[in-house]
Each structure stands twice: as C-alpha cells, then as structure tokens.
Nanobody, 121 residues
C-alpha cells in the first residue's frame, strides 16, 4: 500500500523557520508532481506549493519568496523549507503526490496524514 509519511511540523515563533518532509512508502512505478497544501481552522484546504517531475515549481502568492519546495527523487521525498514564518501560516500541512502505482495502472493522487504547523506571534 502506498503511503505518504510526513514529518517536521511543530511550534515556532514568528520569523522562524521549519522544514517539512514527505516520503513516499510502498511500491510504485513513478511519481509525477508532488506538492504541499494547508488547511487553517475554519478555512478550505489551499495549495501552498507544487513541484513537477521536471522540477518546475509553483507557489501560492502568500508564500512566494519565503517558502521553497524541492524533491529528492532517489529518496522519493519532497521538502518544504519555510522561512520568515507568520502567524497566518498556522495550519495543518498536507503532502500530496500524483503517482502511478504500476506500469499497467493509471495515475492517482495520494495524501499524507497532515502535520500541524503553529506560528506564535
């Protein structure tokens, strides 16, 4: 069974930094795009950043210049380096991957369990 295992959340003060990691576990044929989403209390889940298999990236306007998404294909891991954190970055952060489980299967999305990021003012 394919799973996304997240780590790196926690509590930091405003202006601080955190690095989130998300590793794909289980047998798969390929990984296409990988990304991070977040959901703050009372709000809808929103895209934070995405990186394609060709390492092109896209960011939400609210995090541009502060967050950096990267991936290590050998480790099947995606990272989110978050700098200059603000209280409004507080949310549960979810990892997402567009995978192809086997050579004969179609693509599907997989989600991580979420990791809580809390920024104190």
């Amino acid at each position: 069974q394919v799973q996304l295992v997240e780590s790196g959340g926690g509590l930091v003060q405003a202006g601080g930094a955190l690095r989130l990691s998300c590793a794909v576990s289980g047998s798969i044929f390929s990984i296409n795009s990988m990304g991070w989403f977040r959901q703050a209390p009372g709000k809808q889940r929103e895209l934070v950043a995405v990186i394609t298999s060709g390492t092109s990236t896209n960011y939400a306007d609210s995090v541009k210049g502060r967050f950096t998404i990267s991936r290590d294909n050998a480790k099947r891991t995606v990272y989110l380096q978050m700098n200059s954190l603000k209280p409004e970055d507080t949310a549960v952060y979810y990892c997402n991957a567009d995978i192809r489980p086997s050579i004969s299967s179609g693509r599907r999305e997989v989600w991580g369990q979420g990791t809580l990021v809390t920024i104190s003012s």
